[in-house]
């Protein structure tokens, strides 16, 4: 699973996608199902149990194909998929395949002439593209129109800033599911000892560094590997705090104008390498996510910014030293305010499916605040549902009540919901741009090479705004 948009050029994703159109046409029919038995998730409420028993038989069909990545997100869902299929009498055939796979295999089934599947997971970073190319059922029409619609479901519950990210020109196109967002993880003990409290602006993180540093535990560790989903992902939200940002202007849909050599671009990256070079493992400046985790949960370092989704792993006592000492704030100000790294996940719904009803009422169903909180409270759990309404059920404060988690997510989703991940109206954290793909990756490694020393961050950044404007 990653938490970064990934925005595709047409060529890129067919060309990943045509690979594996002989072994979609083989499998498509043996995609899996099943799920736990509905006892395991609770009444919906409401009436939309009556609603869901009542509309299911009328909608024409008994069966569904559902393509998601595998990941706990996704996982949590099926694991709960009995409900429905109990409450509606259609049976969902589930196939699960990692996050590319699943990429690429959407682009087949989407492209082709049935659509095949008739819901995929999808993410902020997709949805232009597959609209675009009329791949996606419009739920903005469907919610107005099908008799399927749950009086429930208010897609205004999720905020403004998640639903903005999978919608097009005011068109919803993906029911919000998971956010990938960022916090601050630190470790308590270390703080109370050097009397250190959670800092609340970047100024105050490089001295919190300064206090807590030593021989024996790091103060931090970033990821710094050079790609957009690592280096990138974490630093741009410093970009934005310090007023900085990729482009000059954002109008009627395009970018104009490299900004990314800015005295607020390069006060951002200096703050990053100083943090990265003198406060963090030896050998940390080509670390990435994985590295990072494995840093804060064999207690190498005192804090690291990453995704909210690791807080059940990290206050694990049987998969982190950490566990019971686990502090959680959310990313400090910069001079220009909060901004945090912020990428939506949802169900879409094939525009060539049979079964668009029927697809339409599981979407709903899948994102419902009583199916959400079921899922991050089972077995097979995740921490970061859209639904701020969640974060506050009882069930859900009984599993992640650590520290300050609940209100550190919950804060962030509320700076996102008031546009906290761009300097633009774009709704999305990084460029919304078909080329992004690609210069996402040649600034990553010009900024990469800043943080390792091989050049001064002040060339970095022109080098970078070399390659976008070229």
């Excluded at 899996?32 to 069909?61: E, H, M, Q, R």
């Excluded at 409450?87 to 492209?111: C, F, H, Y």
Aim: some cysteine.
């Amino acid at each position: 699973m990653s938490d970064p948009m990934k925005p595709l050029t047409r060529r890129n994703l067919l060309r990943g996608g045509a690979a594996l159109g002989g072994l979609w046409a083989l499998s498509a029919c043996a995609a899996g199902g099943g799920g736990a038995p509905a006892t395991d998730a609770p009444s919906l409420g409401g009436g939309t149990d009556a609603f869901l028993k009542k509309i299911g038989p009328t909608l024409g069909t008994t069966d569904l194909t559902v393509l998601a990545y595998a990941a706990p997100q996704a996982d949590a869902i099926k694991a709960i998929i009995g409900q429905f299929t109990e409450l509606t009498g259609i049976k969902v055939r589930w196939t699960s395949l990692d996050e590319q796979s699943a990429v690429n295999r959407a682009a087949v089934a989407l492209g082709s002439g049935s659509g095949g599947y008739d819901v995929v997971q999808s993410t902020s970073g997709l949805v232009p593209t597959y609209v675009e190319r009329e791949w996606l059922a419009d739920m903005t029409k469907l919610k107005a129109s099908s008799k399927a619609t749950v009086p429930a479901w208010d897609p205004a519950a999720y905020g403004k800033g998640t639903t903005a990210q999978l919608s097009v020109d005011g068109r919803l196109y993906a029911a919000p599911s998971f956010i990938g967002t960022q916090i601050f993880f630190y470790r308590t003990d270390i703080f109370e000892a050097k009397k250190v409290e959670p800092p609340t602006t970047l100024g105050e993180l490089r001295k919190a560094c300064r206090t807590v540093h030593s021989d024996s535990v790091s103060a931090i560790a970033l990821r710094s590997a050079p790609s957009p989903s690592q280096l990138m992902f974490v630093w741009s939200a410093w970009l934005y705090a310090f007023g900085g940002r990729y482009y000059d202007s954002y109008r009627d849909g395009a970018y104009s104008g490299v900004a990314i050599d800015s005295p607020e671009a390069l006060q951002a990256l200096e703050l990053y390498i100083d943090l990265t070079r003198h406060y963090a493992p030896t050998g940390s400046t080509n670390w990435s996510v994985e590295d990072v985790t494995r840093a804060f949960t064999t207690g190498q370092v005192a804090m690291v910014q990453e995704g909210a989704v690791f807080g059940d792993t990290f206050n694990d006592p049987d998969a982190s030293r950490a566990a019971g000492k686990v502090g959680t704030f959310a990313i400090p100000a910069g001079p220009e305010g909060s901004f945090v790294p912020y990428n939506a996940h949802g169900w879409s719904i094939s525009a060539k499916s049979k079964a668009a009803d029927a697809a339409w009422l599981f979407t709903q169903w899948a994102t419902l605040s009583q199916t959400l909180t079921a899922a991050t409270t089972g077995k097979v759990a995740f921490s970061t549902p859209p639904l701020a309404s969640v974060y506050d059920s009882p069930a859900y404060r009984k599993r992640y009540a650590f520290d300050d988690f609940v209100d550190s997510v919950k804060g962030t989703i509320a700076t996102a919901n008031k546009g906290g991940f761009t300097p633009f109206d774009d709704a999305s954290y990084l460029p919304r741009t078909s080329r992004w793909n690609t210069l996402g990756q040649r600034v990553s490694e010009e900024l990469s090479k800043a943080v390792t020393g091989q050049t001064s961050a002040a060339k970095a950044l022109q080098a970078a705004a070399r390659a976008m404007g070229s």
